[in-house]
């Protein structure tokens, strides 16, 4: 007996779609081969003129300035998670805010770092963790965080004090 063939959860792109990205790509290599010649154009000419008419080198505000550097530089997803860090209170709430707060963000594999100041946070804030990704990727664009990685307090200090040696780094130097 033939068992009929489950349809696949992702469905193969069609012809019409790959025909879709295909022209989309000419046309970006396109408009690149066009304002290259563009500007080897003024470049004979004597560089470029100005005019009435906006161009690349008109001033922009701060802002404008700044989301164009991101864009052409690809920060976009960075920029993102830092503002979140900015936002984190907000985000979370004042009390988590106050026990946890983000360290640091790793792009390539999308992993946010949150340090809690006691092992009680820690255990409260990775029962959470699903909850908190479903909000920054809502925030911040789909896929941007898949894990937070959650942190627990450090250990104390190194002491110094009249009873250590010089270079000591306490008492698991003077065993194994």
Known sequence: ????????????????????????AAKEQARARGAAAQQ???????????GARADGRDPLPLGAA???LITERGWEAPAAVGGVMGRWPQMVGPEVAQHCQPQRYD?????LTVRCDSTAWATQLRL????LVARLNA??????????????????????GPLR??????PGDTYG
């Open 1 to 24: 007996m033939d068992q009929p063939a489950r349809p696949s959860p992702v469905p193969e792109p069609s012809g019409v779609d790959l025909a879709r990205v295909a022209l989309r």
């Open 128 to 131: 959470l963790a699903p909850q």
């Open 139 to 160: 925030e911040l664009g789909h896929g941007t965080v898949k894990m937070i990685k959650v942190l627990g307090p450090g250990g104390p200090a190194p002491r110094y």
């Open 107 to 111: 792009e390539d594999a999308r992993v």
């Open 66 to 68: 700044i989301n164009r």
């Open 40 to 50: 080897k154009k003024q470049a004979r000419r004597g560089g470029l003129r100005s």
């Open 165 to 170: 040696s010089p270079g000591s780094t306490g």
